[in-house]
């Protein structure tokens, strides 16, 4: 596998402009018009400016706008090709391609000549191949598992043998269980095994037996971007090569999904059997349509149970009589085909075509960018001579034929260890670089090349790792990796941005050079009315809870009156400033904070109720677009910016933001008149109401695009799925509002002090702190701030009592890259994310999620400020050190 890193001290490729004969085509696009051109013109939605300061000597115009490095997984479609789509259908009308009239025989004949083009883009024709439409290459890859000529095990036969390379997609390994239940021998085949195979050549056999064999491998690995040789399948087929010794007859399914997104494929020269595909990664738009390919060789061999409408040529309601229709596509398209997705595709071509000139550009501007990037991130080396990343592939990047237009690796920190993709994935959004991170729905190649047994893959899945979350490293071994692609589109200025945000984010010191990034919209530090304390989303997470229905609950005496919260709510209280510099005694609550809104500013009481679901009112709204989903900081930083205040007494919520006039909004809602509405939070469904056009209208003009306010019905309840393992009382479920992970978060001051010491520490004498106390408590947005003796300690805890109420900790809380925005002015900082990331080794905590251990609900409960905190440790647990002492040890080391 190739890989590795230059000299060290050696300046990165990267920035010399890689002086080999490839490099000037990077800029000079395709033709007379510049790629800088095509860009601006059919991708102006990437160019929507987001400015990001990094080391001094990398300048800002390398991070404007979107830096989308996902092609394998989803390429862009052209803003010409959608246009002229809907031109199309403004102008033409298309019926049900099954009727007779004049619209549906229209369809019908734009169908046919969009087959043909596709057959022609692969350079055959309709003499030796069909092209079935499928709901895309997976449904392309099912048909074929089930209507292959099949022959099952039996007393006189070994039966056909189905063999896979493990190098292939979730979707071929797939077919294996519908094989296996067919009773057919099923053979997984290395990628080493299948080269010496093609080295030692193939066995003799009978010559006369035809029992059917399938071997399936892709042109290009989505995984690694290794290009097989293509040759394989004129091998496999004439028996020069055979995957395992069965004697038959061997057909092939080329996997070409993700090798058709960059490259020719000539079905003239290399006539493989089925070649699947998807059309979105060609073109980018329809999304959900793909075709089969099928040899005309191969089709009469073809078995279909199930028929459905358009499929029979004839058949009877009352007997088991069924006469397929004779053409290939029209016996295996059951049902009315996509026929709108299929006219699209027409376009597709035409701006592939109008915009690139051909595929075989696309092939070599595609691999240059690869070449180039893999280059300078090869040379990329720490002080010590560790390298930065390593590289999972196969090739050099030598050529094309080889090696597509994508690259594998993980971050490694100067030790050799492994930075979890998930880390570097919440590094990457803040740049606004857009990459994809996991195993790619290709565990065969992710256990390859990072060295994963299938008994460590079994473990994994024991700790609570499943494909496509977040759970990057376990026992210290990562489970999957950072994967980067290029499009057509792709630039230069793409390949140099990443590379920057890898050299800005691993080798420059986040103290000495910090690196700042504000939305597209003006954001300031005038934009906060007032110096309120609005603290943020820290996590995946939102904490704390409440219903505003809680029965046990009586907020008679406790009407803290708006004013009263307001004032709380401007700076720290006395007690919490006597905290900071340690005037207080061990374990106190010192600050409490909810936020009614989630996402938005917080709102600081000193004391207030608690309901079953946590601090009353706590995220029991939430701002969502106008398709009903979630907005948080991720995408609107401006959020933070609107601050709820809470008059219990009034029965109000009052919201205001700079430049807007005050809105007030009941705390229940009107039964009768609510509008009724569901959304999700963190893949959990919640009913919800809308809280009216005239609050919707506020947000709108303040967020700069349509969006709505909803409530949490009072009579829903949504369960916890994160518990501390205990078993609850008899009848009783914690219940969350619209929270992301658990009812309170709770952070210990002495934890942030530590942090505040390690990003201030390159601070000169007399300047200014970088990062003040008040900035860095608003980040975590927790409900509950407490003092400690000792950094981190709050992870060491079991369980806690705060007065009368007694909690379970849940565990820590997994920060996002929502950390890195300033609550008071709606800016974003990279250090503080990157510095956690560096000094709580892998995983960046910080805080502890709590859950209500038991409530009494014969009365109301409140927390206060100033109340006892007394934790329960964990048993044999010892406090984890402080950033200061983990570097302190390592400067004596």
């Avoid at 085949?189 to 491998?217: N, R, T, W």
């Avoid at 069965?246 to 006539?271: I, K």
């Avoid at 409490?592 to 009481?605: D, M, N, T």
């Amino acid at each position: 596998m190739a890989g590795g890193a230059a000299e060290p001290g050696s300046e990165p490729q990267a920035f010399q402009r890689l002086p080999d004969p490839g490099a000037p085509r990077l800029t000079s696009g395709y033709g007379r018009s510049s790629l800088r051109e095509l860009r601006d013109r059919e991708f102006c939605r990437l160019a929507v400016v987001v400015w990001i300061y990094v080391c001094v000597q990398f300048l800002r115009e390398f991070f404007r706008g979107t830096v989308y490095l996902d092609h394998a997984g989803a390429t862009l479609f052209p803003q010409s090709q959608l246009t002229n789509f809907t031109k199309d259908l403004m102008e033409n009308i298309y019926g049900n391609p099954h009727s007779q009239n004049v619209t549906s025989k229209l369809t019908h004949d734009t169908v046919e000549q969009v087959r043909y083009r596709i057959l022609a883009h692969f350079h055959t024709t309709p003499e030796d191949y069909s092209v079935i439409f499928t709901a895309g290459s997976t449904a392309a890859l099912r048909l074929v598992a089930e209507a292959f000529p099949w022959v099952s095990r039996g007393p006189e036969s070994s039966g056909s043998h189905f063999c896979y390379l493990t190098d292939n997609h979730t979707s071929v390994v797939g077919m294996r269980n519908v094989v296996l239940s067919m009773n057919v021998t099923s053979a997984p085949i290395k990628p080493e095994d299948m080269l010496s195979v093609g080295e030692q050549g193939a066995a003799a056999d009978d010559p006369h037996c035809q029992l059917p064999h399938l071997f399936c491998y892709p042109a290009q690995s989505n995984f690694s971007g290794t290009r097989y040789p293509l040759s394989w399948i004129g091998d496999i087929k004439s028996g020069r090569m055979r995957p395992v010794r069965a004697p038959g007859r061997w057909f092939v399914l080329l996997d070409a999904a993700s090798y058709v997104s960059t490259s020719p494929l000539d079905l003239s020269v290399h006539q493989a059997d089925f070649i699947p595909i998807s059309f979105y990664k060609i073109f980018g738009f329809p999304t959900g349509l793909g075709a089969l390919l099928v040899s005309k060789h191969v089709a009469p061999l073809m078995r279909k149970g199930y028929f459905g409408g358009g499929t029979a040529a004839a058949y009877l309601a009352g007997e088991d009589f069924y006469i397929p229709r004779p053409s290939v596509a029209e016996r295996f398209e059951d049902g009315t085909i996509s026929f709108l997705d299929v006219i699209a595709l027409k376009h597709g071509f035409d701006a592939l075509e109008r915009l690139t000139g051909g595929m075989e550009n696309i092939k070599q501007h595609t691999f240059e960018l690869a070449r180039y990037t893999h280059g300078a991130l090869s040379a990329l080396c720490y002080p010590n001579g560790a390298p930065v990343v390593r590289i999972y592939s196969d090739s050099e990047f030598s050529s094309p034929d080889v090696q597509g237009p994508i690259i594998n690796f993980n971050v490694l920190d100067d030790s050799g260890h492994v930075v979890g993709y998930s880390q570097v994935d919440k590094m990457a959004s803040l740049y606004n670089i857009h990459l994809r991170t996991g195993c790619f729905c290709n565990t065969g190649a992710c256990q390859r090349h990072l060295g994963l047994s299938n008994e460590m893959v079994k473990q994994h899945l024991q700790a609570g790792h499943i494909c496509g979350d977040d759970v990057d490293l376990i026992d210290g071994r990562p489970t999957g990796s950072v994967r980067i692609s290029f499009g057509y589109m792709s630039t230069l200025d793409d390949a140099e941005a990443f590379l920057k945000f890898i050299i800005a984010t691993r080798l420059c010191s986040p103290g000495d050079q910090p690196v700042l990034q504000a939305s597209s919209r003006e954001v300031g530090a005038s934009s906060v009315e007032n110096n309120c304390y609005s603290p943020q989303e820290g996590a995946c997470t939102d904490p704390g809870v409440c219903s505003d229905s809680c029965p046990s609950v009586d907020t008679t005496g406790m009407h803290q009156s708006l004013s009263e919260a307001t004032g709380t709510q401007q700076t720290l209280p006395e007690t919490a400033a006597g905290v900071l510099h340690g005037d207080l005694g061990n374990h106190v609550v010192t600050n409490i904070f909810l936020y009614p809104i989630k996402s938005c500013a917080a709102f600081e009481v000193t004391k207030w109720p608690v309901g079953s679901q946590g601090l009353l009112y706590d995220r029991n709204w939430m701002v969502v677009n106008h398709n009903g989903i979630c907005l948080s900081q991720k995408q609107e930083p401006r959020l933070c910016l609107i601050q709820p205040y809470i008059d219990l007494q009034q029965r109000i919520m009052v919201i205001k933001a700079k430049g807007m006039e005050p809105i007030e909004l009941p705390l229940e809602e009107d039964g009768e008149q609510a509008r009724i509405c569901q959304s999700k939070v963190c893949a959990d469904r919640v009913n919800t109401y809308d809280c009216g056009e005239k609050i919707s209208n506020w947000l709108s003009k303040f967020i700069g695009r349509p969006c709505h306010l909803i409530k949490q019905s009072s009579n829903f309840r949504r369960n916890a799925r994160k518990t501390s393992g205990k078993d609850p009382p008899p009848g009783t479920t914690a219940t969350l509002s619209l929270v992301n992970e658990a009812q309170y978060l709770l952070v210990n001051t002495s934890s942030i002090l530590d942090l505040q010491h390690q990003l201030n520490a390159s601070d000169g004498p007399g300047q200014e702190e970088s990062f003040p106390m008040k900035d860095l408590v608003s980040r975590f947005r927790a409900n509950i701030i407490t003092n400690g003796t000792r950094a981190f300690e709050e992870e060491t805890w079991d369980e806690i009592s705060i007065g009368s109420l007694h909690f379970q900790v849940l565990g820590p809380c997994h920060r996002c890259q929502m950390i890195c925005i300033n609550q008071q002015t709606g800016q974003r900082n990279q250090d503080v994310f990157q510095k956690l990331s560096e000094s709580r080794k892998r995983k960046v905590n910080f805080g502890v999620y709590l859950l209500h251990a038991s409530l009494d609900s014969s009365s109301p409960s409140f927390l206060s400020v100033g109340s006892k905190v007394l934790p329960v440790l964990k048993e044999n647990t010892q406090c984890p050190e402080s950033l200061s002492f983990q570097r302190h040890q390592g400067a004596l080391a």
